[in-house]
């Protein structure tokens, strides 16, 4: 199976750059897509195919990477923007996911 | 407005079946592939099952691989989730989502399984 590395928490001030990370084990093209959770609350979907932005979904969010390595982007981080963050990847079955990212204010 | 409304959780002894619904509205269901995504409490996601969008190709992560059957009727744009010998390892909150090209676009809102003695 492919393992996707997330860091476990990231500390953000408000206003604030921040970028989340991604690592998979092998390469995965931009088979790549990132999702936010709220506490209580189904996942929803950011990015898809590394770099796409969702319909819908503010343009503070972007996406980037190939291959390996993928980042998600937040710029400025609001409040609203406080919740895990998952990248999942589509390359080959089974679909995984990283095991998330938690945002969190300094 | 797309709309996916899970059913059919609860509370279930080890060894014993339960089967997941998922009522779609909003789009046309015919047209999409379809998953179960999980989530153990204070886990991460785990995808457990996926069904092309005619019914004909289903594909199952290994853990629940001879347990689990995902189905679909698309004449009333439902979605299922047959879970057979369930194990307390599969207690955790099933979401059902919309699956284009491997994307996770749409979810529902969950529901739970809890499987205990």
Same mark, same amino acid.
């Given at each position: ?13 408000? &206003? $604030? +750059?921040?970028?989340?990370?991604? +690592?998979? !084990?092998?390469?995965?093209?931009? %088979?790549?897509?990132? %999702?936010?959770?709220?506490?209580? $609350? $189904? ?16 343009? +503070?969010?972007?996406? !980037?990477?190939? &291959? ?16 895990? %963050? ?11 996911? &990283? ?8 | ?12 002894? =080890?060894?014993?079946? #339960?089967? #997941? ?19 153990? =409490? ?57 699956? =284009? ?17």
């Amino acid at each position: 199976d492919t393992v996707l590395t997330q860091s476990p928490a990231l500390a953000v001030s408000l &206003g $604030q +750059r921040v970028t989340i990370s991604c +690592r998979a !084990s092998k390469s995965v093209s931009t %088979y790549m897509h990132w %999702y936010q959770q709220k506490s209580g $609350q $189904q996942p929803k979907l950011l990015i898809y195919s590394a770099s796409n932005l969702e319909s819908g979904v503010p343009s +503070r969010f972007s996406g !980037s990477g190939s &291959g390996t390595d993928f980042t998600l982007t937040i710029d400025p981080v609001e409040a609203d923007d406080i919740a895990n %963050y998952y990248c999942q990847q589509s390359n080959e079955l089974p679909d995984t996911f &990283g095991a998330g990212t938690k945002l969190e204010l300094k | 407005e797309v709309q996916l409304v899970e059913s059919g959780g609860g509370l279930v002894q =080890p060894g014993r079946s #339960l089967k #997941l619904s998922c009522a779609a509205s909003g789009f046309t269901f015919s047209d999409y592939n379809m998953a179960w995504v999980r989530q153990a =409490p204070k886990k991460g996601l785990e995808w457990v099952a996926t069904i092309i969008y005619d019914g004909s190709r289903t594909y199952y992560r290994d853990s629940v691989k001879g347990r689990f059957t995902i189905s679909r009727d698309n004449a009333k744009s439902t979605l299922y989730l047959q879970m057979d010998s369930l194990r307390s390892e599969d207690t955790a909150t099933y979401y059902c989502a919309t699956h =284009p090209f491997g994307v996770l676009g749409y979810w529902g809102q969950g529901v739970m399984v809890t499987v205990s003695s």
